[in-house]
Structure formats: C-alpha cells, structure tokens
C-alpha cells in the first residue's frame, strides 16, 4: 500500500494526515461499470456493515440462484477510489449499493423493499433468465 501525506492547516498548526492512495479515479470507474456489465447481480459491499447483510439476506431468501457477485471494498486496496466511484455513478458512496441486471436498484432498504414487494424476485428472474416461481418469495 502505497502513502501519501496530506497537510492541512488547521487553527495555525500543520498537520499531517496519511492518505491511502489507490487506483486513479478513472480506473475505479472503469471496474464499477465492467463488473456491473460483467454480473446479472452484481453488490458494492463491506464485509463488517450490517445494512450489506441485510440487504445480502434479502438475496439469500430468494434462493442460491439470486446470489450475487459481491466486491467487498474493504478486502481491497482500491476500496476508497471504488467507493468514490460509486458515489460518482449513482450520486452515493454508501454501501451497499445494488445492481441488477445492469441497473442500479439502491441500498439496503431499497433491496429489502423490492425483496418484500416482490419486485426482487422478478427482477433477478429477468436478470438470470429463470421463472420468476424459481425464486422464494415473501
């Protein structure tokens, strides 16, 4: 992991701050929208946040064809700058965030909603190409 030192003047005092300094901004745009393409059910997540495993849980109770391809910011280097990009794609940087079949459903509430509605289910069946019945619904 590479550092860089930020200063910031702060009440007359100088202070430096380490800064974590990843993949370019460009990149990190670059995998969202490539692993996005590249998975029917694709989730931003941490492993540590209890809203990714709500909303992880609300996937699981569809069945184990609903289970998405998860990229856990925290596990790599480049989580800040994924994470950054994020908020630039869909104007948020917190996680989860939750795409289906290239479109971008939301956070937690908004996956657990769908789950409960139903709506979650016949989005994963067209994502995936199965009958909406093959999925668990609430």
């Known amino acids: 992991m590479k550092a860089a030192l930020v200063i910031l003047v702060l009440a007359g005092l100088l ?38 495993a709500r909303a992880k849980q609300a996937f699981k109770a569809l069945g184990p064809d609903a289970e998405p391809a998860v990229v856990e910011l925290d596990g ?23 795409f289906i079949d290239g479109f971008h459903i939301g956070g937690s509430d908004d996956t657990v909603d769908a789950y409960q509605s139903g709506k979650l289910a016949k989005l994963v069946a067209k994502a995936t190409g199965k009958a909406a019945s093959a999925f668990n619904t609430k």
């Open 15 to 52: 202070i430096a701050v380490p800064q974590e300094v990843g993949a370019s901004s460009d990149e990190a745009l670059q995998f969202v929208k490539q692993f996005i393409a590249e998975h029917p059910i694709a989730m931003f997540s941490k492993s540590y946040c209890p809203y990714c």
């Open 76 to 98: 790599r280097e480049d989580g800040y700058a994924i994470q950054d990009a994020l908020g630039e794609l869909v104007g948020r940087r917190s996680v989860p965030q939750v």
